[in-house]
């Protein structure tokens, strides 16, 4: 039995000891929405850069980037692809998951990935007017699927860059 989420619901695919995140950032690529046997299903990196304060300059300055790619599943994925668009400020609140893909031949690779709960714009840096779904309301996802539209290759190259890329797979795991 998985202890109650929001107004109660029992969560799906909950388990203890989870580590989760939220994290604020900048959707970095277009969503990629597929239709799945177990539903719909999208994926999209988010780009989270730190950034602080240089006394000496006294000015901000950009740290690190770190991409994430984010997973959604169900309604949350057909939403979300309706909604987000590139450049979007967003907070994304979900289970962190880091995988180790060794691949023969090639350097390991390391993927993380957020298993989204919830996705919202951030409205410390702008305005939203959400409209909620009516239940059976067909929600139109645009460019969803079409047919040449290429994936984007996400992967981020290891130590060796000069490996041979191989694209990331589109079903859910």
């Not at 580590?19 to 999209?44: D, H, I, K, W």
């Not at 949350?76 to 979007?88: H, R």
Request: hydrophobic share 35%.
């Amino acid at each position: 039995m998985c202890p109650p989420g929001p107004g109660g619901r029992e969560r799906e695919g909950f388990e203890m000891n989870e580590t989760m995140v939220a994290v604020v950032g900048n959707v970095a690529t277009q969503p990629v929405y597929r239709e799945l046997a177990t539903g719909a299903s999208t994926r999209f990196r988010l780009a989270v850069t730190a950034r602080y304060l240089d006394r000496e300059k006294n000015v901000w300055t950009d740290g690190h980037t770190n991409f994430f790619t984010v997973w959604a599943n169900r309604q949350l994925a057909t939403n979300a692809t309706a909604s987000l668009n590139v450049g979007d400020p967003v907070v994304v609140q979900g289970r962190l998951r880091v995988r180790t893909d060794v691949r023969e031949g090639q350097q390991p690779r390391t993927s993380v990935d957020i298993d989204a709960m919830a996705i919202g714009h951030d409205l410390a840096r702008g305005t939203s007017a959400f409209r909620r779904a009516k239940p059976g309301e067909a929600v139109t996802v645009a460019g969803a699927g079409a047919a040449g539209q290429p994936e984007p290759d996400w992967e981020t190259p290891g130590a060796d860059a000069g490996a041979q890329r191989h694209p990331e797979p589109a079903a859910v795991t």
